[in-house]
């Protein structure tokens, strides 16, 4: 079986997110391409499904983490842009729908993007399911 570049895995977000994660202020933008020929910039769409992409920014919780970088962004295909339900900065969330896409990096090391379909507020312990 041969897998082709760009193949997008499904993972559960605690997997990715074992700890949660909050997003970070103000950092929910729409996605861009950009034609390398014209020097323009366009609004992103996914390759797969030809809906617009969104960018947001979020912090990693994960206590294992201290020292490092914690922010990362996950790429969010929606046909509007997403609105958090809270209003607070720092809102925790969690991500439906993800999936994993790794590469090779301009630096030879091994990376990989994160994509998801939306997000919510994470259900409060013992509710789930209610």
Same mark, same amino acid.
Not at 47 to 73: N, Q, S, Y
Not at 81 to 94: L, Y
């Given at each position: ?20 994660? /909050?997003? !970070? ?7 861009? &391409?950009?034609?390398? *020929?014209?020097? +323009? =910039?366009?609004p $992103? %769409?996914?390759?797969?499904?030809? /809906?617009? !992409? ?7 919780? &994960?206590?294992?983490? *201290?020292g490092? +970088? =914690?922010?990362? $962004? %996950?790429?969010?295909?929606?046909? /509007? ?11 925790p ?38």
């Amino acid at each position: 079986m041969a897998l082709k570049g760009g193949t997008r895995f499904s993972v559960r977000f605690e997997d990715v997110f074992p700890a949660g994660c /909050v997003l !970070v202020p103000d950092s929910i933008t729409e996605a861009q &391409d950009y034609n390398a *020929a014209t020097g +323009a =910039r366009t609004p $992103a %769409v996914d390759k797969l499904t030809g /809906v617009r !992409v969104w960018t947001v920014r979020v912090m990693d919780m &994960d206590p294992d983490l *201290a020292g490092r +970088a =914690r922010e990362i $962004a %996950v790429k969010i295909t929606a046909p /509007v842009q997403p609105i958090p339900d809270s209003a607070a900065p720092f809102a925790p969330v969690e991500f439906e729908g993800m999936t994993v896409t790794p590469y090779v990096g301009q630096t030879g090391r091994l990376t990989y993007s994160l994509r998801a379909t939306g997000f919510r507020a994470p259900v409060p312990a013992g509710r789930a399911g209610k």
